[in-house]
């Protein structure tokens, strides 16, 4: 079969669909905001629209300002998207960092214990204080990891409520 264009509507809320079209060569073209009614939850979901083509698309594109307007504001979004992708990424590798010099400070003192332990030079009451001062430090990494993943998460939700802003404001030049 020799398909030139094909294109598809995939849930904005599903991304395990959204990769299985981008694996098969699909690409995301498009954001339907209220696009399909779901009946079980008695409210409109967003579509994302993913299409696969051949050829290239012509450069030559005869369009009014206003969609160029559109184009122009949506390349910042991605451009925005793309930045905190990396931030998060970033983000990500420096916690993943942390935890593992943590946990290696740990290992190291686990080694001191067990080595002192079987020279009997440490009792067990000072094993038990050790361990004591072991878990705080786990609760004090976890603590921060905590709100750490908090204040991104928070970071999250206030882009894709201007994100949000920014679509209604798009739809209502549109009008």
């Known amino acids: 079969m020799d398909i030139n264009y094909t294109e598809c509507f995939v849930s904005s809320y599903k991304p395990k669909h959204q990769k299985i079209f981008f694996n098969a060569g699909f690409r ?3 954001y339907l905001p ?3 009614y779901n009946y079980k939850m008695e409210k409109f979901e967003d579509q994302i629209v993913f299409n ?4 290239n698309i012509d450069k030559n594109m005869k369009i009014i300002p ?3 307007e559109l184009l122009e504001s949506l390349k910042k979004i991605v451009e ?3 930045i905190l992708n990396a931030d ?3 983000t990500h590798e420096t916690v993943n960092s942390e935890v593992f010099k943590q ?3 740990i290992e190291k003192e686990l080694k001191s214990l067990r080595k002192l332990i079987s020279e009997e030079i440490v009792s067990m009451e000072v094993i038990k204080e050790d361990i004591g001062a072991l878990k705080k430090r786990i609760d004090q990494i976890e603590t921060e990891q905590k709100a750490d993943i908090k204040e991104l998460s928070n970071l999250i939700t206030d882009f894709i409520g201007s994100i949000r802003v920014f679509q209604d404001r798009i739809t209502r030049y549109f009008k």
């Open 34 to 36: 209220s696009w399909k």
């Open 52 to 55: 696969y083509f051949k050829g």
């Open 88 to 90: 998060m990424r970033r």
């Open 103 to 105: 946990m290696s400070g």
């Open 28 to 30: 995301p073209r498009g």
């Open 66 to 68: 206003e969609t160029n």
């Open 80 to 82: 925005g998207l793309n």
